[in-house]
């Protein structure tokens, strides 16, 4: 049973950069993806960016260009360094973790997210 934590949240102004970790933990299988999503008031929870077990990454299109995941396999630790940030990125972030179990299961898991809020 994997458990994931996030960090890095806060309030900052427009412009201004924020960088988000997720520890993961009890992680025994192979990793589909592994990501962040975020979900602002009334709105559905959202793909942010995310790393295929190929090592691709992905990003969504509102992003691209300010935001950079990256991965630490050695140290089981995800980040997303968010550059540029605009009051629209305001959200719960979430790291999610998507794996696959030898008799061919998929597993999601998510952390309890963490508050960034964009001021104007």
């Known amino acids: 049973q994997a458990q994931l934590w996030e960090s890095g949240g806060g309030l900052v102004q427009a412009g201004e950069s924020l960088k988000l970790s997720c520890e993961i933990s009890?992680?025994?299988?192979?990793?589909?993806?592994i990501g962040w999503y975020r979900q602002a008031p009334d709105k559905q929870r959202e793909l942010v960016a995310d790393?295929?077990?190929?090592?691709?990454?992905n990003y969504a299109d509102s992003v691209k260009g300010r935001f950079a995941i990256s991965r630490d396999s050695a140290q089981n630790m995800l980040y997303l360094q968010m550059n540029s940030l605009q009051p629209d990125d305001s959200a719960v972030y979430y790291c999610?973790?998507?794996?696959?179990?030898?008799?061919?299961?998929?597993?999601?898991?998510w952390g309890q997210g963490t508050q960034v809020s964009v001021s104007s």
């Open positions: 009890g992680t025994t299988f192979s990793i589909n993806t």
């Open positions: 790393i295929r077990g190929s090592g691709t990454t």
């Open positions: 999610n973790l998507v794996t696959k179990t030898p008799w061919d299961a998929t597993l999601t898991f």
